[in-house]
């Protein structure tokens, strides 16, 4: 048998009830898997990937991405197009057409509203580096 491990999540938003507690607990967890807490302030922090946020925090109102926010990798600009296109003739609503983001220089992005209003986005980085394309494992 074999499976497939893409990239398939680029990065994702929680929302907790209890930051201080979600701070200690991802701290902890992220210690031994030897990855730091990137920043925060009052209201959020972020790790890697992750973005957690209080419900009252801009992020989680929509300043930012949304109030829930998942983000899938595209391999190029082409996927993102498509990504867009496929989710809005599947009912999905448009959140940000696709095209350059001021994240970082390269972040071309498209944003849908999905049919439960989670913020959904794919994301092409551009020059930016990553790990592994996929990892195929066989057992």
Not at 82 to 102: I, Q, T
Request: proline share 4%.
């Amino acid at each position: 048998m074999e499976l497939y491990r893409g990239r398939l999540i680029d990065h994702l938003h929680l929302v907790v009830r209890d930051i201080e507690a979600s701070r200690r607990f991802y701290s902890s967890l992220f210690e031994v898997l030897g990855i730091p807490i990137g920043g925060g302030a009052e209201d959020h922090f972020w790790a890697d990937e992750l973005f957690v946020s209080t419900p009252d925090s801009r992020s989680a109102q929509g300043v930012l991405t949304g109030r829930h926010h998942l983000a899938f990798q595209a391999k190029d600009r082409a996927m993102v197009d498509a990504f867009y296109h496929a989710g809005l003739a599947a009912g999905g609503k448009d959140n940000g057409a696709p095209g350059e983001r001021r994240y970082h220089p390269g972040y071309y992005a498209c944003f849908l509203i999905d049919p439960d209003g989670n913020n959904i986005e794919a994301v092409f980085h551009g020059p930016a580096k990553r790990s592994a394309d996929a990892v195929v494992v066989s057992f």
